[in-house]
């Protein structure tokens, strides 16, 4: 079964400084990994993916994921925080292992980003 | 591109009538549509999994006969939720991939359903 591990349900930083959300997979294949964000009254957006292919991915608005195989990790960061990066992101893996589809997604349990002024 | 719409974002019935929620892609075709379900401040859950011209898969505790899929078209799936009672009041989210791959899904904004 495929499961994502977020270790922070929330993370607050200071407006101009570095982001880091943690998350951790567990797949029993290679896996597909996402970062999606939501934003309050908004739908889901698409961050970056991690299909295989480049370790670090580059996704819009400055954020990047670096995918480990050894530490099982997917981290997002950021350089430097923008107000309206204030957020709901949810780190998200392909498949779910529970008898359904094997392309639906799997999410985790989403790290709220407080961005002070 | 690639947007998904939803209809209604918002409804409010009462306990044992029936809700249907569309999801359209507005400008590619998909043949595979997800149904997702999103409790107040928690995480999204896979509901099923739709394709076009065929039965959904549901996902392990989900009951096929109280959210009723059906995927008529390449651009609209339509979710219905019958015998609504109070706990099934959530959101729910669909998300469509364009044919030829589900490697990205395009999110709807969500329909928040209450049943009174």
């Known amino acids: 079964a495929q499961s994502v591990t977020q270790l922070d349900s929330h993370v607050s930083v200071s407006e101009g400084t570095p982001v880091l959300l943690r998350c951790n997979y567990s797949?029993?294949?290679?896996?597909?990994l996402f970062w999606y964000v939501q934003h309050p009254n908004k739908g889901l957006q698409l961050l970056l993916k991690y299909t295989s292919a480049a370790t670090l991915v580059k996704g819009i608005n400055g954020f990047e994921a670096e995918f480990k195989k050894s530490e099982t990790s997917f981290h997002l960061t950021k350089p430097s925080a923008h107000m309206s990066d204030a957020a709901e992101y949810f780190c998200?893996?392909?498949?779910?292992?529970?008898?359904?589809?094997?392309?639906?997604?799997?999410f985790g349990k989403g790290t709220h980003l407080i961005i002070q002024p | 591109g690639a947007v998904v719409s939803q209809h209604p974002s918002w409804v409010i019935c009462k306990s044992g009538t029936s809700v249907k929620i569309e999801c359209r892609s507005l400008d590619f075709q998909a043949t595979t549509m997800f149904w997702y379900r999103q409790f107040p401040k928690q995480s999204l859950m896979l509901m099923a999994t739709s394709n076009e011209g065929s039965k959904a898969t549901y996902e392990q505790g989900v009951e096929k006969d109280k959210f009723l899929i059906n995927h008529a078209s390449l651009t609209l799936s339509t979710l219905t939720v019958t015998s609504a009672h109070p706990e099934d009041s959530s959101f729910y989210i669909c998300s469509a991939s364009e044919t030829g791959t589900t490697d990205t899904q395009y999110f709807g904004p969500g329909t928040r359903l209450t049943v009174l």
């Open positions: 998200v893996v392909r498949g779910t292992g529970s008898g359904g589809g094997a392309d639906g997604l799997t």
């Open positions: 797949s029993s294949y290679s896996p597909s």
